[in-house]
């Protein structure tokens, strides 16, 4: 099984600031297989990133997910107050696993 | 408009059953994969099951042998039956879309709740 580690576990940053979080497998990952998903309390997960690099529909193009093989990132390059939220990297290999998350907390 | 909506979720003994219902409007539950997807209180996300188009289904080892995920065309509803429930069971239940070409979960209902407890 393809484990996710992403860091650091919470960024405390400020609006308008650029966040860049890390995503890490255990081996290698296909860039077509790796997605970002932010949640905010009490919601479902949303959909930002697939294909470690396309933006889903309606998502702001301030967020953009790059990386390949086992280093992944999602960078949102200036933060606005709705996006505070705990953000998960996921993979699609031979299963499905999710990272631990990066909570993203206004400093 | 493309939504899925979740039910089911309760309270349930250790060793007790469940069955989740996921009804999808705005696209057909039996031409796309469908997962299930859980997050225990505090936690993150852990991928319980799919079903494929096709029908084939697998299984997080967590598990295996005691989840069966199903669905029902006619209703366009995906299922989730849970049997022999423990306390590390616990968690919200989503169902979600997994996106063929996305390769990634599109669609989520909104989430129930299932505690196990006596």
């Known amino acids: 099984e393809i484990v996710l580690t992403q860091s650091p576990g919470t960024l405390s940053l400020s609006p308008g600031e650029r966040a860049t979080l890390s995503c890490r497998a255990s081996?290698?990952?296909?860039?077509?297989?790796l997605a970002w998903y932010q949640q905010k309390p009490g919601q479902a997960p949303r959909l930002l990133i697939y294909?470690?690099?396309s933006r889903a529909t309606g998502i702001p193009d301030r967020f953009s997910g790059s990386g390949s093989g086992t280093d992944f990132t999602l960078t949102i390059s200036r933060l606005e107050p709705e996006d505070f939220a705990v953000y998960y990297c996921?993979?699609?290999?031979?299963?499905?696993?999710f990272g631990q998350g990066t909570k993203l907390e206004i400093k | 408009e493309v939504q899925l909506v979740e039910s089911g979720g309760g309270l349930v003994q250790p060793g007790g059953s469940l069955r989740l219902s996921c009804a999808a409007s705005?696209?057909?539950?039996?031409?796309?994969?469908m997962s299930w997807v859980r997050q225990a209180p505090g936690k993150g996300l852990e991928w319980v099951s799919v079903?494929?188009?096709?029908?084939?289904?697998y299984y997080a080892d967590s598990v295996k042998g005691r989840f069966t995920i199903s669905r029902d065309n006619s209703k366009n509803t995906l299922y989730l039956q849970m049997n022999s429930l423990r306390a590390e069971d616990t968690a919200v239940y989503y169902c979600?879309?997994?996106?063929?070409?996305?390769?990634?979960?599109?669609?989520w209902g909104q989430g129930t709740m299932v505690t196990v407890s006596s």
């Open positions: 979600a879309r997994d996106h063929v070409t996305m390769n990634a979960f599109d669609i």
């Open positions: 705005g696209f057909t539950v039996s031409s796309n994969y």
């Open positions: 079903i494929y188009s096709g029908g084939s289904t």
């Open positions: 081996q290698s990952v296909s860039s077509s297989y």
């Open positions: 294909g470690a690099s």
């Open positions: 996921q993979q699609y290999g031979s299963a499905y696993t």
